[in-house]
């Protein structure tokens, strides 16, 4: 209630000038003291229209009856990943009275929205801490707070380093150890080192955890490119995955190819009936050309000669060939013997430049090829005694019921020679 206004109290004072009497009184004292009286008047006024305008103000105040409204906030959830979205819910904010009129919405990351309804979602792009702030106004003008907080969890910085370009057969290193988590969480590792194979049979080629640690050596032996990933995990519901490519580069050899040729021999005894057999694989020293065969029996004492056959077989290319001894000359004292050759096998090695995942692999290109991988398996050997018993006619001037024989193989190969060679960039 607003005070009774003071009624002011005044003084009578005799006026110098009376205008009924048109007579003015030259006393000077009481000039001066009209003079006086006057600005006491005046102070006077100034005070009590001050005391009116505290009174008013007062009464304005007393009547100013706005009520403010109540302002609720839920959050949920209030721990999310980094691009997830947060629903938030002020409808059970309270107008007190009236109706609420807008809900005015700060979301803590430089964003704010406005509804008529107190219910909205947002989304998070950063990891942090932020403070949702909630406005509430209501028709009387009223307004009123409400806050909540919303942790975003951050994902892992994925760091590779690795080579872009590696040739076959190089060890390419790749080093994940510089990735971190924002947080500080510590971190899981998955590498998936060939996004097109499903290497563990799930049907899925590209979650594989072909490795996990830091660090892997990625095998290089055949060229082409690499597609692969690593998938990183913070343990706290936050993961990046980061994909990679190797281009895996085949390496460049200078072919030389070297003549020589390849002797092995045998020498045994077999009696009649009996045979022997002995293996050999030129093709793995190098491209065969041609080879001479030649078995060889002890001189007879006395005719007739003793019989042998000589057989080979090369299993991978279903080669098979026979010859029989044939008599020697008893005046020139020549034994009997056996000859097999072939010339031709293959075509003669070119040299130049060749391009190859390895040395390995081009050696095999080369001795194995089509139109010159012939006689590249085993060669098989097999000597047949088919006569070899005493000559009965003249007693016993041979009583060896077999022979001892010399078995001589020539072979003529050709072996390449390989150096490898260091190409720039072509960028370069």
């Given at each position: 209630m607003c005070p009774k206004p003071l009624f002011l109290m005044t003084t009578k004072i005799r006026p110098l000038f009376n205008p009924r009497s048109r007579t003015i009184r030259k006393d000077k004292r009481r000039v001066l003291s009209m003079v006086g009286l006057h600005s006491e008047r005046a102070l006077a006024l100034v005070m009590v229209h001050v005391m009116l305008l505290g009174m008013v103000a007062g009464c304005i105040g007393a009547l100013d009856t706005t009520v403010d409204p109540r302002a609720t906030l839920e959050a949920y959830p209030t721990l999310i990943q980094e691009g997830e979205m947060v629903t938030l819910d002020a409808r059970e904010s309270s107008p007190v009275e009236g109706v609420i009129t807008k809900y005015e919405w700060d979301f803590g990351d430089g964003t704010t929205a406005e509804t008529v309804i107190g219910f909205t979602s947002h989304t998070y792009l950063a990891y942090g801490q932020y403070t949702v702030r909630i406005t509430v106004t209501n028709d009387q003008g009223g307004t009123d707070d409400a806050l909540a907080t919303i942790v975003v969890n951050g994902a892992p910085v994925v760091n590779i380093s690795m080579p872009a370009t590696v040739r076959a057969g190089d060890a390419a290193l790749l080093d994940a150890s510089d990735s971190y988590d924002p947080e500080g969480n510590?971190?899981?590792?998955?590498?998936?080192?060939?996004?097109?194979?499903?290497?563990?049979?799930?049907?899925?080629?590209?979650?594989?955890?072909?490795?996990?640690?830091?660090?892997?050596?990625?095998?290089?032996?055949?060229?082409g490119l690499i597609y692969g990933s690593l998938r990183v995990d913070d343990g706290a519901g936050a993961f990046a995955v980061e994909s990679f490519e190797i281009n895996v580069t085949t390496r460049t050899f200078k072919v030389t190819w070297i003549t020589e040729t390849y002797e092995v021999s045998w020498d045994e005894y077999?009696?009649?009936?009996?045979?022997?057999?002995?293996?050999?694989?030129?093709?793995?020293?190098?491209?065969?050309?041609?080879?001479?065969?030649v078995l060889e029996l002890d001189q007879d004492v006395a005719p007739p000669h003793d019989n042998f056959t000589l057989a080979l077989n090369i299993v991978e290319d279903n080669y098979n060939r026979r010859v029989a001894t044939e008599p020697g000359n008893y005046s020139t004292n020549e034994p009997a013997r056996a000859e097999m050759a072939e010339d031709g096998m293959n075509e003669r090695g070119e040299d130049g430049m060749y391009t190859s995942d390895s040395a390995e692999a081009l050696l095999r290109l080369l001795l194995n090829s089509r139109d010159s991988g012939n006689g590249q398996g085993t060669w098989v050997w097999r000597v047949v005694a088919q006569q070899s018993d005493p000559d009965a006619f003249i007693g016993e001037i041979d009583p060896d019921p077999g022979n001892d024989w010399t078995l001589t193989v020539e072979v003529v190969v050709m072996r390449p020679s390989l150096t490898e060679v260091a190409l720039g960039n072509a960028s370069e």
């Open positions: 510590p971190l899981t590792f998955a590498w998936d080192l060939n996004t097109l194979v499903d290497s563990d049979g799930d049907g899925d080629s590209s979650n594989d955890a072909d490795e996990t640690t830091e660090t892997v050596l990625l095998d290089t032996s055949t060229s077999l009696e009649q009936g009996d045979s022997w057999s002995g293996n050999m694989t030129p093709g793995d020293i190098g491209r065969v050309l041609s080879f001479n065969a």
